[in-house]
């Protein structure tokens, strides 16, 4: 089998036994980092399993090797012996660097696939808030049917060029309420979330996690102080009681909601005691 012959500035050119100024260089770099680590106890190897369930768990979200691999900086090749279970231990530059691999829809090629499940939450947040889904699909360059089919859970997959569309008009749109009462009806029953419920949460692009599953039953003082939180939030990006209302599905009164917003302005609360127990 033939060696293949590494390139002039990299220590294997060197082990090869190539003296060429660079490649010395390259060497003489590798063993003062050797060195110290020696010294500072530093471990060079660590064990490969975390970083192999790291991979899958991003495999299982829908990114291929390569995707992993651009990720991460590293050849594809070395992410499917990790899926695989190849490796036992591995360089603990390289683990950190895929341990920390996010890969972005940014890094995929235009025509490549991706999951879709990010783009599915972001439509059904923004319909959820007013928009109607021939907007959003005009809004990102899709047919209504096109996308349609997306957020009926039709396709898994969907290219990362439309993925990459509806993220930057979600991030348009998010913060500016629609007005078709049919769309928001629609949302509100089929059980979808809006952006707001999103920001909250987090993990809008992660597959493996349930919206259905984080919610928790609140009780009524935990409940108020949430509902609170939202109307400090909304109030602060200006919306108005109007908008703050329908936001929160209107399960508080637009005067309930502006005796709060007065109370978040003048720094004092309304007295709740009941007329009963204050006499």
């Known amino acids: 089998m033939t060696t293949e012959t590494a390139p002039h500035g990299e220590r294997r050119c060197y082990l090869q036994g190539c003296r060429r ?149 979600y991030d348009r749109w998010s913060n500016q309420p629609g007005t078709n009462s049919r769309a928001r009806n629609r949302a509100a029953a089929a059980g979808w979330k809006d952006p707001l419920w999103w920001e909250d949460m987090g993990r809008i692009d992660d597959p493996n996690f349930d919206p259905a599953a984080a919610e928790v039953r609140l009780s009524r003082n935990e409940l108020a102080a949430v509902r609170r939180a939202e109307i400090e939030h909304l109030a602060d990006c200006g919306c108005t009681t109007e908008e703050i209302h329908r936001r929160l599905n209107e399960e508080l009164s637009i005067s309930a909601i502006r005796a709060i917003v007065a109370e978040l302005r003048t720094g004092q609360r309304r007295d709740r005691t009941p007329a009963t127990q204050a006499a």
């Open 21 to 169: 100024d660079e490649c010395s260089a390259a060497h003489y770099r590798y063993m003062k980092r050797y060195r110290l680590d020696r010294a500072r106890g530093t471990r060079r190897r660590v064990p490969a399993a975390p970083v192999a369930q790291h991979v899958r768990q991003l495999a299982d979200a829908g990114w291929s090797h390569k995707q992993i691999g651009t990720a991460a900086n590293c050849v594809p090749r070395i992410i499917t012996s990790l899926a695989a279970g190849d490796y036992q231990t591995m360089r603990s530059d390289l683990a950190a660097r895929i341990l920390a691999a996010q890969p972005r829809i940014d890094l995929v090629r235009p025509r490549s696939y991706v999951n879709a499940t990010g783009t599915i939450r972001r439509v059904r947040a923004l319909i959820a808030i007013g928009h109607p889904l021939n907007a959003i699909a005009a809004g990102c360059g899709m047919t209504k049917t096109a996308l349609g089919h997306v957020i009926n859970h039709e396709h898994e997959r969907i290219t990362a060029r439309h993925a990459t569309a509806v993220a930057e008009l």
